[in-house]
């Protein structure tokens, strides 16, 4: 143990260790350690492993399709291969990266430590749902890549029941399984969250990281079997032919998209929720204050869970939907905007006077504000009906959900990976590559999906690749911005793992933050903490003063 | 004979009662989901019902209403006597208490029986518009289809949920068959009846949904 490690060690570890005890990475290394392990902390490991390497694919398709848009004239990959390609990305990254992204990796690592657990409520479950996650998502990446599917994510039908001449019923299946992973993984948080506390740990002590966990577990529960029920239906209507939807019969195509949207939306903030959580941790640890107006920020999380599970109609203003139906989605689409918004002022106050410190989180963190704040303004654009009509259906749709899933997501999932990965791994990495990472997954983003935006206003439609040249310029310029994102991305993953071999050891709390987590060991013993913790203090009590470095 | 009840505390739990109290909200949680599911069902039947009315009730007087009824009864005796099983279980009559879970199995078979003579009835009738080599009694009436899929997709569903649960309920009447079960799982017995009273209450919803709102 080197010296610096000992001054590091946070003084409220009750003895003193000089031989210590297995952590729970070393605590057992076998392999079936591994893959049957009922630990919810290798199970967020795995998870991260999983949909790191699903991540690196649908990038791959990304890489793929910006290629195909550099030239107008859509040479570079036929119309059937781009359907594919764009059809491939979307499923993997919301099914396979975006959805389990925070929640199944961050989100199982810390939800038990953070409350003060041995683990969640129901560890075996914990297991299965990465079972049933691999095998799904597996057996859809498969289905995809070797026959193919051109429906977009979306499996509209009757484009996917009657025209689509792929391998729809066999991608549908695997997106069926994958949504079971998701109620499993929603149930056992909610669960955990009710009764698994330590003592002492009241609901208004819990940190906020928790609350957002808690209101995405409520939509994944409450939204995925509508989802899991629609693509039964279509299930049951393409391979068995049993119709419901079959416009030729009288049937309703668009209540497949009112059953497929009410799913597909709150998923929105299935993604987005938790990032936000991560955020309020981020910004509170780096600016060293405690979080302004907690209860309001805890309360909007379930603000927008609830209000989210309302206005899936904007997805279809113009798919055949009633004026009036029409004017209650986009009303009640500009509502659910006023608690991300309470939640942006709560971070901007925090930070406002804090003893900041712009290390890589804080610094993802910050990148992560001004890429929320434009995808959401964005996003009340499009919630007006009128506008809607002008760039429904354009890449200024695709720019507004891009910033809001990977400039909100994966931002805030590296910008947590990097604050919470001296706890996961005992490792620090590299601050100068990590900072430089940030500065380029900013500039690159921006530079991929601003022009896109300029794109959709000007008309050029989504899921096209053939375009008129006068597209080109800002096509080229997002296609540009796209090699930049993908270094972003890659670095980190260089320096990360490197971090696992050579990267200095962490101390228990080498960013001097607040909650339960950082109690106790780096990495942490397989039971989570060496006593059992009393919470005897308030959330976020940070002195306002910045540690000396 | 009777003992004393109670449940093996697992190691990341603090006391049984913590135990049992997870265990009972994770499985309201799981029915919560398993509702959903079904809504999405009732709500495509809403809007069928809506469009189509008159098709609609062409498919309903084709449903076999008395074996719909009586299946209602059956799962609801069902339901009685498992609740009787879990009262013997609180009670620790292990014994008494797997023959009701016997029975309520039993139960359940019926009803997929007399299921199993609706969709044969069906077929018999041609109410099976989705088998492309026997021709459909509605053919006039193209809408039909649609309220006679749903039919078959929301009774399969159910079905299915059913069988599961004979099939959890067979394999912890074996379980609780062994000597010693009820002083260390007690609440698996609550929890599974959890599970069938609500595939039973799931079913009071798609009888009148089908049969009876339409007629």
Partial sequence: MSPSDTTLRDLHVPTPVIDPPDDYLHVEQTLSSWIFTTDHKRIGLLYLVSIT?????????AGLI??????????????????????????IMVWFFLVPSIPNTLGNF????????????????N????????????FTMFVMIWGG??????????????????????AVLGVIVVGFSSILTGLNFMVTVHKLRAPGMTWFRMPLFVWSLYATSMILVLATPVLTIALILLFAERALGLAVFDPANGGDPVLFQHLFWFYSHPVVYVMVLPGMGVMSELITAFS????????????????????????????????GMSPYAGLTFSLMSFIVAVPSAIKVYNWAATIHKGAIRLDTPMLYAMSWIGLFVIGGVTGLMLASTALDGHVHDTYFVVAHFHYIMVGATVVAF?????????????????EPWGRISAFLMFFGFNMTFFPQYLLGYMGMPRRYHVYPPSYQVLNVLSSAGATMLAVAYIFPMIYLIWSLWYGERAGDNPWEAKGLEWTTTSPPPKHNFHHMPVVDFEPYDYPNIAPEK | MSGTVGIKVEEHFHSAEQQRETARLGMWTFLLTELLLFSGLFITALVIRVQHPTSVTAVALHLKFWIGATNTAVLILSSFSMSVAIELSRLGRQRLMLRFMLLTAALGAVFMMLKGYEYYRDYVEHMMPFLPYRSYELAADPAS????????????????????????????????????????????????????????LVWMVVFPTLYLLNR
């Fill in chain 1, 53 to 61: 390497v699903f991540f690196l694919l649908g990038s791959i398709a």
């Fill in chain 1, 66 to 91: 910006r290629l195909s848009l550099i030239v107008p004239d859509g040479e570079i990959f036929s119309n059937d291969i781009y359907n594919r390609l764009f059809t491939l990305h979307g499923v």
């Fill in chain 1, 149 to 170: 599917v051109d429906t977009g994510w979306t499996f509209y039908t009757p484009l996917s029941t009657e025209y689509a001449d792929s391998y729809v019923i066999a």
């Fill in chain 1, 127 to 138: 297991l299965l749902s990465w079972y049933v996650f691999v095998l799904g998502s597996l």
């Fill in chain 1, 414 to 430: 590296l910008g947590g990976i990097h604050f919470w990965w001296p706890k996961i791994t005992g490792r620090l990495y590299s």
């Fill in chain 1, 110 to 125: 810390l939800l038990p430590l953070m409350i003060g657990a041995k683990d969640v409520a129901f560890p075996k479950l």
């Fill in chain 2, 145 to 200: 289809r649609l309220f006679t899929n749903l039919y078959f997709i929301t009774t399969g569903l159910h079905a299915i949920h059913l069988t599961i649960g004979i099939g959890i309920m067979l394999v912890m009447a074996w379980l609780a068959s062994r000597t010693g079960f009820l002083q260390q799982h007690q609440n698996r017995i609550e929890i599974t009846g959890l599970y069938w009273h609500f595939i039973d």
């Fill in chain 1, 288 to 319: 060293c204050k405690r979080v302004f107006g907690y209860k309001f920020i805890a309360f909007s999380s379930l603000g927008i869970a609830a209000i989210g599970f309302f206005v899936w109609g904007h997805h279809m203003f113009y798919n």
